[in-house]
């Protein structure tokens, strides 16, 4: 092509244009030439996936410039490595991001079209399972709105998580083919596709320099196709890449069956590759120790370094400057595997000595750690890791036994010591440890809030942080306020712009202006306003999909995350029974109206779980339905809780459940998104908990319940719910109404193991909380009376959350660990193309 040829497809036209008319006119051309409809046949999803379109051109070019900044060798870029990204919905957060969405609402009214319907239409890309999963997402769009040089590296699930129904009140799952009307957002790269190897053996050679080398004779070979995402920062150029490999088959794999004739055979191969990334596993913490997943986290982690390798190569790097091309940081131990299979790349395949491989290794590796619970710390069975990745177990002994040696000269004589830090768990059956792998390979280890972080070091990483303090930080989590603040409440939000300006959408803590007008009595009333405005969509959205009637004046008492025991959802069902037993003994009674309101999906194979949001949909049926309670409780149950449907939530809470038993839960995020948005919180010390009441002021913050310390005492003590049972008459009654049948139309059999495992086991403490829980939510109860002492709490909040911007959290991942710095990209036109 000529320069002049070239330059042609750079005039302002249908594809960048940001006129009202031009973007009329984009959306009229994709419907017609990408969607192949007439307006007059077009379906709603029809014009949301022409609109789609019309803004994926539209950010095209700060994409491929920002790309264009990674080639540069100077650039350091953070690759952050997660089995799930969680992203909600695009095109809400790309046109605010983008800066477009007031003229693209125009240009779509000029249609005769609602932007908000369009929004609607979006199923959203669901590849995770809730907090870990979220912040990915979180971090990606904070590294492009602080113009990072970043990207994200995981699989591209066929299906995510899954749907949730609710029948007869019970979880039911479904499918979710979130790619079933295809999906505009990605780019597919298969010029860019890698091998990945499974199973077989090694063998050992001598190369043609006489030294000794290991080679890998795979079972069977996967071919990793990335497809690419756009991130949009916001106001910026920068448009970083989320790249999601899927698996397909090696097709010169396949040709010796196909060529004896064996075709059947052939895509029987077929069909079992692209298992690989077909599903993602349904549980937020615990894991499941399948081979399936295994093979999952080493496909997606082998793809990525393979990649990051060739980028590098590509760009002219030496592999022994890998770690100053690329900052990996990996999102718990799913992808720990990198560790071994970046010194299995660097030394088998790229022929680097052990040692300097290792440096480069380790210099590589950032590792975050994001739960307590033992039961979710992965390990793998060693004959599972051994068959799957034969090289890498090789690899993982080797690794093994230089740490232990140096470890050995550092806890000199103590072979328990040595036992307990070893990479293979050697107690029993025999297993690989991953947090033991991903600790020993990388630099820096972190933890997602103070006390967590602190937890970590007496626990379950004791061991590694005597030996390596200085390798232990905190990185308190934080949530990005584009999508938790400017996107879900856009009401707070312009009120909160039109007191003090727009700098707090990149620059949180500016909200601390608003303290100044905790006290003002208009701005107090619009905030009012506000949060009653939102509470009135959300029960009219209520009324219209559950056909339930809420009333809007109500204390909306909300807790919407996974249903898990340690979240302890049924503590808050006991709480709902206590006050609608009150209620039954005095009927007249003067208690605070109030909509409880409950969102979260279980994994399936947790039965406990399933049976906690069976309880909570029978006490809602109940509660719902008495006469006697005269609308004063309601009990909700939000069906299929996700990123889309949590953002009208959110803005709409009176008050935030956050009640782990204390030392359970490593930081919550949902927890800042409530009291960003003005809910106040009802909570425990756990997680990020701490650190948000020490910031909103702890007048400003319901605390109750054990601390981590009392937890260990008691149960140290030996812990016996029964005797807490039969102390606390409330207590009981509640647990006996429950028990008796009452809540289940007489079946005294549904409930009993929820019941049983609360009054003779009772792992979470909900019994020794409960009187403290009641308490607290008393004083809840009293507070939400005196209107204006709970709007100036409620604003204190909001005020005072400027910390948990994910803008600060990933500043200190670049500057305390990743040790990288921010790129302006420059909208170079194509012409202008390095040469
Ligand atoms: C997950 O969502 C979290 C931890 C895990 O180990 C797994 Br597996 C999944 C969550 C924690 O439970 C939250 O407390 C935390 O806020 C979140 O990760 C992000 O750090």
Redesign the pocket.
Known sequence: MTTEQTQSIQVEDDRSGLGIETLRRAIADNLFYLQGKWPEIATLNDFYMALANTVRDRLMPRWLNTIRNYRRSEVRVVAYLSAEFLLGPHLGIKLINLGIEELVRQAVADSGLALEDLLAQEEEPGLG?????R?AACYMESLATLEIPAIGYGIRYEFGIFDQELRDGWQVEVTDKWLQYGNPWEIPRPESAVMVRFGGRTEAYTDDEGAYRVRWIPARVVKGVPYDTPIVGYYVNTTNTLRLWRAEAAESFNFQAFNQGDYYGAVDQKIYSENLTKVLYPN????QGKQLRLEQQYFFVSCALQDMIRLHRGAGGDLRQFHQKFAVQLN?THPAVAVAELMRLLVDEHRLPWDAAWEVSQSTFGFTN??LLPE?LEKWPLPLFGSLLPRHLEIIYEINQRFLDQARVHFLGDSQKLAQLSLIDESGERYVRMAHLACVGSHAING?AELHSELLKQTVLKDFYQLWPQKFQNKT?GVTPRRWLLLCNPRLSQLITEHIGTDWVCQLEQLRQLEAYAEDREFQRQWRQIKRAVKQDLADHIQQTLNIAINPDSLFDIQVK?IHEYKRQHLNVLHIITLYNRIRRNPDIDIVPRTFIFGGKAAPGYIMAKLMIKVITSVAEVVNNDPQVCDRIKVVFLPDYNVTNSQPVYPAADLSEQISTAGK?????GNMKFSLNGALTIGTLD??NVEIRQAVGAENFFLFGLTIEEVQQLQESGYNPWDYYNRTPDLKEAINLINSGFFSHGNRELFKPLVDSLVYDDPYLLLADYSAYIDCQDTVGQRFRETDTWTRMSILNSARMGYFSSDRAIREYCQDIWHVTPISVQLKPYVQADA
């Open positions: 399972n809730g907090g870990l999963g912040l937020d913490e615990p894991l718990d994001h739960t979710a997602v989590n996974r839960e490593a930081s919550g995020t997680g990020a």
